[in-house]
């Protein structure tokens, strides 16, 4: 199995910038793709970023596109999204997610079930004026 931690999480000024980061760990190695979704109140979870395990392939959602940057080191067993330009609608709780389905790309990632992944607990995201 696999286990997600996210952090990183935290207030930020509209403008200013945040790291994510989520630490996997498990008995279960996986050469897969890592990805970001995030959740609002009373929205529904919708897909960031992804990455492949090799790090050469990203995809992003049109509402980060530009400002957002994924990566991960698996080394450390970490994947990261640098979030700038924060915006008034980034509030959320940003959760990492491993396909359970090694064969999952980043590009397939926007649309995977919550069924279909592994998930962390989610670290909380909060933009103020």
């Known amino acids: 199995q696999v286990q997600l931690v996210e952090s990183g999480g935290g207030l930020v000024q509209a403008g200013g910038s945040l790291r994510l980061s989520c630490a996997a760990s498990g008995r279960t190695f996986v050469r897969n793709a890592l990805g970001w979704f995030r959740q609002a109140p009373g929205k529904e979870r919708e897909f960031v970023a992804a990455i492949s395990w090799s790090g050469d392939s990203t995809y992003y959602s049109d509402s980060v596109k530009g400002r957002g940057t994924i990566s991960r080191d698996n080394a450390k067993n970490t994947v990261s999204l640098q979030m700038n330009s924060l915006k008034p609608e980034d509030p959320a709780v940003y959760y990492c997610?491993?396909?359970?389905?090694?064969?999952?790309?980043?590009?397939?990632?926007?649309?995977?079930?919550?069924?279909?992944?592994?998930w962390g607990r989610g670290t909380q995201v909060t933009v103020s004026s």
């Open positions: 997610a491993a396909p359970v389905n090694p064969h999952i790309s980043p590009q397939a990632m926007r649309a995977m079930t919550p069924e279909g992944c592994y």
